[in-house]
């Protein structure tokens, strides 16, 4: 009866028994001088965070590495660098956030270059057709994150112009989190959704509507495929032009301030 009891209580306080031993295990840990001087190479934005925004990226990074695994593909040997690269990048996204970081992720396939992917299309007679198509990366429901090293170093060779690979990948792993991929993240509750959902949308239809228009627009067009790419692609916008995207929706940006935790704008 005793284990019976140990063991309910031990399945519904999972999680927080989960975060009270990596906050032990990574209490005293920190990157050493030779990855953070890494990491402020490919990521310039890493020497302008706070020192307690370093410190929590540097834990996060490290429980990053121990807990997914990379595999490389098409003949690539993944070094350590690479796994710093694309865990900081990673990180950053969920700087704010508590552990678990990432639930459904277990593994990152990694190709050296972009990569030929099947994909099934449906005509609209119902009949479906099964092509071949050239991808950068991409974000499997069932915690699988597919990238190319080649465009992971290009998202951060130009950190100023909207595009990272990593961000918008695991952004789509964020969104998946809820089990379907909607463009809507995980949040705290009813009112939460209910204000995403308004301000969301407003900005999906917008971003649409310029570009109909022709109208100057910050966010890349990729983001009008649908929701979820949308919040994939203005996930990158936020991060890497904060001060364009507060100017043009200014609603928009706040609540993606809210939901990551973070102002991108005090960094640059």
């Not at 710093?84 to 956030?97: P, Q």
């Not at 099964?130 to 990366?137: D, L, N, S, T």
């Not at 699988?144 to 290009?154: A, C, G, P, Q, Y």
């Not at 909607?182 to 705290?188: D, F, K, N, R, V």
Request: some cysteine; glycine content about 6%.
């Amino acid at each position: 009866m005793i284990f019976l009891v140990v063991f309910v209580l031990g399945y519904w306080r999972f999680d927080d028994i989960r975060r009270y031993y990596w906050q032990k295990k990574y209490q005293d840990k920190q990157l050493t001088t030779q990855q953070q001087h890494l990491i402020s190479k490919v990521m310039p934005v890493y020497r302008r965070l706070s020192s307690i925004q370093r410190h929590k990226l540097d834990r996060h990074i490290l429980w990053f590495l121990d807990n997914i695994s990379f595999l490389g593909r098409d003949g690539l040997l993944v070094s350590e660098a690479m796994k710093w690269v694309i865990a900081a990048d990673a990180c950053l996204l969920v700087i704010e956030k508590p552990w678990p970081i990432y639930r459904n992720v277990k593994q990152i396939l990694l190709y050296p270059s972009a990569y030929y992917a099947g994909q099934e299309a449906r005509d609209s007679a119902g009949l479906v057709s099964f092509h071949q198509v050239i991808r950068q990366g991409e974000s499997w429901p069932g915690g699988t994150v597919v990238l190319s090293w080649h465009d992971v170093l290009e998202g951060n060779r130009l950190p100023g112009d909207g595009h990272n690979l990593v961000f918008h990948e695991f952004a789509h792993q964020l969104d998946q989190e809820t089990g379907a991929t909607t463009g809507t993240p995980h949040l705290p509750d009813a009112t939460a959704y209910k204000n995403w959902s308004r301000v969301f949308s407003r900005a999906f239809n917008h971003l649409k509507a310029s570009m109909a228009y022709q109208m100057p627009h910050v966010i890349h067009s990729y983001g009008a495929t649908n929701e979820a790419e949308f919040f994939a692609v203005v996930t990158e916008t936020f991060i890497e032009k904060p001060a364009d995207l507060r100017q043009f929706d200014s609603e928009l940006y706040h609540l993606l301030c809210n939901y990551y935790g973070f102002d991108p704008s005090c960094w640059y």
